[in-house]
């Protein structure tokens, strides 16, 4: 069985990764199906999705990890799908965050510093979702253009958590980077008699 997981556990899971965003898919029809209630606890719902992708996150990646670095493939295969996860994980957490935004109305959340001709901000409020998209990454990879300034608590809290993500997850990728290259042992395959013997497993 053991033997079983750690050379088959790798094939799918990734595949896994997007069902992150099925709580806000869920909220969206709830905002839909009864926008009264959602109104009246939007301050809570926004509140849990912020806890919920911070500890989703962090266990994903810790999981994940941890399966690579027991995989039987070589250093440069290892490498490549690390790289592939934290990718992956980029745009689920870019899209989730999108998604917030889009969910709690952007027009509530943030506010565009430029003045433009009202022709024009009405181009943002048809496309909504690609506003909240653009606001996410630019958000995720701290560039800071500072044309969307966030006009609540909720948005400050919101945007300030997705800024610490990126900064951490950028530098933690960077640290696995430089010790791989460092320590070729670390995400060397596992020899087949460990993979034979359960025992023998940390």
Do not use: C
Not at 99 to 126: C, G, K, Q, W
């Amino acid at each position: 069985m053991t033997k079983f997981l750690y050379r088959t556990h790798l094939t799918y899971t990734p595949l896994l990764l997007p069902l992150i965003l099925l709580p806000l898919l869920g909220e969206l029809v709830w905002r839909n199906y009864d926008p009264a209630f959602f109104t009246q606890k939007k301050e809570v719902f926004l509140g849990v999705n912020i806890i919920y992708i911070v500890i989703v996150r962090l266990a994903l990646l810790d999981v994940m990890l941890f399966l690579f670095s027991r995989s039987r493939h070589s250093l440069h295969i290892n490498l490549i799908r690390i790289v592939a996860l934290y990718l992956e994980i980029t745009v689920i957490t870019i899209l989730y965050f999108a998604l917030l935004f889009y969910i709690f109305d952007i027009s509530t959340l943030f506010h565009y510093s430029v003045n433009l001709a009202p022709a024009r901000m009405e181009v943002f409020r048809e496309h909504d979702f690609l506003t909240a998209f653009y606001i996410s990454a630019v958000s995720f990879t701290t560039l800071g253009t500072g044309d969307w300034v966030p006009q609540t608590l909720n948005a400050m809290m919101a945007v300030s958590v997705e800024v610490i993500l990126g900064v951490v997850q950028g530098g933690v990728f960077m640290a696995i980077m430089i010790y791989a290259h460092q320590n070729k042992e670390a995400l060397s395959p596992l020899p087949d008699e460990v993979l034979m013997e359960p025992d023998l497993l940390p």
